[in-house]
């Protein structure tokens, strides 16, 4: 899969949407704790609407069962504070946090066991690309848009189709999706989704200077990016899960007509309906499976 | 256009050449720090912000590593404008170049990227100020002032009613862009015309720049005037101040900018208070060179035809200088771009790719979105017949004739190759034509062979 293709950008304008993660699993137990995360995240916020008049900032919350907005830079309470602007922002925007945070919490049902304890990064993500199409069709004057992520929760495999269509819809207009890892593993979908859209992706290692990270890479505007060297991919982790069981796997069946992806065999695809052949014996699968492992 | 960026971003090189002392006091002010960051290149803006909580200085070599290959004209740059408005403090050190943020702009910056800034002076309560005009309305006033201001300026006697600028000062204005021979009205300069098609906040920066260096002579401090500037662009557009915060220098300063459309001055009953305007609060935009971002008005045809949807007088008389207007109507300007207009315009000394540019940056909506917003045939020919009028070149030449025999012209005409002077020669006839610069050259060595 190859990366986005670069575009020429006339000048650096940018709308930042920042994708901030509220989950209260994972910030029970990260070694940054909440408030000194927000305090480096405002900072950075701030530092978006100086660098010029016409920049423009939205952040989005991704909680645990739900998303919202919590800040629009450019919405009219906002905007006319262009003299004393931090303490607005910072205000407007913590108390809608606030409530973000409570509703969100009503919102909890009980969890089975094991469950892995994602926040809902698809819906942050999808809420993130509606706004940008409506600054899109909004004329031909617009800031070049991009979105930040801001992660710390695992991956959650059962998210994989919609984080996915959201990645390709992404790459399909123009619009980088970089992202910073605070967790403590790698995670699959930041990954992909910086790879594929030609975003940039870090896993900071001293989170205490998060503030210093984020104004190195991540405020760098698109126009400059062709001159500046930034974090390149490593290595990106490109398993799939299956879309029966939401499990990552390595090897499976694909649907010929869809490319659905299933781990086990099934009489017929579950996304486009076409059916199936008959499978191979269990004894020749296996004799195959055998006869394939010392070749490879 | 390499002219017109020299006028418009002669402000900034006019804060770049106060001295130091005084920049580093302009420095202390937070809201002057982020008007100078955000009148930087995107890549100083880069550099600003990752040093901004560096306290060491950093060798050049790492800042270099930062960028890609093609990048290092723009670092060049970058770096070049950082070191002249002093943001930047270069200590040599053991043949090494580094560079530290100037320590006063760097505190001030820190401040106000964590805490924000605060104006010293606070909007009126609205129990004072009666009526205040609505953003329409102070939209149009603004526009209105500013026109009138430019009419006046290029004296073409449409302005209804005249500026409350001084005639000194409107002569001062009109240094660079105005020549009048005796007995005959005055007349644009080229300079003038290449004012007329740049855009609005760059024609501002010029006259304010006009503006504060003629204050220099009138015993005001520049620097008061430029701080003062750049803070007002910080204003909420449409909130009354009231005119007691100010000083007397500022107050004095307020009626100029009232005049071109900046502030409305309005009187309650006791107080009068000064309402920042769109004009005044987007100067700080248009400190770089982005690409202007507002609404054009203007759609040209393949068949040449030109139709303006504006009813302002300014804008039928920038068309005036290269278009030959047919109809004016009441919202629409109608009109077409024929040879004798543009050649009219050539002589007045408008290039081809100011005329393309203006029409391609005041493009309508319906056509901004098309590629190219200007029909290709139009800009075409528009060059073409520019390029009619340089149909011949002249270089200085000699022309060199007689020669004794075919030997000696041969000769003379290799070492004239030789030089890359050689312009023309016949061989029958033994003439040739050299280029002037090796004429010398040419006349020793003709010497030489005669001996």
Known sequence: MASAPSKLYADDVSLVVVLLDTNPFFWSSSSLSFSQFLSHVLAFLNAILTLNQLNQVVVIATGYNSCDYVFDSSSDLNRSFENGRMPVMCSSLLQKLEEFLIKDEQLSKEEPEGKVKSSLFSGSLSMALCYIQRVFRSGALHPHPRILCLQGSPDGPEQYVAIMNAIFSAQRSSVPIDSCYLGSQNSAFLQQASYITGGVHHKPQNLDGLFQYLMTIFATDLHSRSFIHLPKPVGVDFRASCFCHKNTIDMGYICSVCLSIFCKHHKKCSTCGSVFGQAQSEAASASDKKRKTPET | ???????????????????????????????????????????????????????????????????????????????????????????????????????????????????????????????????????????????????????????????????????????????????????????????????????????????????????????????????????????????????????????????????????????????????????????????????SRKQGFVVVETNFR??????????????????????????????????????????????????VTFLQQNAHPRVAAKIPSVPENVTDQIRLWETDLNRVEMTPAHFYDEFPSRDVFEAASDFARMHNGLLWEDAKKMRMVVKAEIHMLMREHLRGQNK
């Open chain 2, 1 to 291: 256009m390499p002219q017109v960026k020299i006028i418009a971003k002669n402000f900034m090189d006019m804060v770049a050449s106060l001295p130091a002392i005084k920049l580093d006091l302009l420095y202390r002010n937070q809201f002057i720090c982020e008007a100078i960051l955000r009148s930087l290149p995107p890549l100083a803006k880069k550099y600003v912000l990752q040093m901004l909580y560096i306290d060491i200085p950093i060798t050049s070599k790492p800042l270099q590593e930062w960028l890609l290959a093609d990048g290092s004209s723009k670092h060049k740059v970058a770096i070049d404008r950082l070191i002249q408005l002093r943001v930047f403090e270069v200590i040599d050190r053991k043949k090494e170049t580094t560079y530290k943020l100037n320590s006063t702009f760097q505190t001030n910056l820190r401040k106000h990227m964590i805490s924000g800034g605060i104006l010293p002076r606070e909007p009126m309560p609205q129990s004072v100020t009666a009526r205040l005009p609505t953003s329409e309305e102070l939209d149009a006033y603004a526009h209105e002032q500013w026109e009138c201001f430019l009419l006046q300026l290029i004296s073409s006697g449409q302005a209804e009613k005249s500026t409350s600028f001084s005639s000194s000062m409107m002569r001062i204005f009109q240094r660079g862009l105005l020549r009048q021979r005796d007995k005959e009205a005055p007349r644009l300069t080229e300079s003038g015309f290449q004012f007329l098609l740049m855009d609005t906040n760059a024609q501002l920066w010029y006259i304010i720049r006009e503006y504060i260096s003629n204050s220099e002579e009138q015993g005001v401090d520049q620097a008061d005037l430029i701080a003062f500037l750049l803070e007002l662009s910080f204003h909420t557009p449409g909130e009354a101040y009231s005119l007691d915060t100010l000083t007397d220098d500022q107050t004095t300063m307020i009626k100029d900018l009232a005049d071109l459309g900046l502030v409305k001055l309005q009187k309650g009953r006791k107080e009068s208070w000064f309402i920042p305007t769109k004009l005044a609060t987007n100067l700080s935009v248009s400190l770089t060179d982005s690409s």
């Open chain 2, 306 to 355: 030109m139709y303006a949807y504006s009813s302002s007088k300014l804008h039928c008389e920038i068309l005036r200088l290269f278009a030959r207007v047919e109809y004016q109507l009441p919202n629409l300007i109608v009109g077409a771009i024929t040879k004798e207009s543009l050649y009219n315009a050539f002589e007045n000394g408008i290039t081809a790719e100011q005329i």
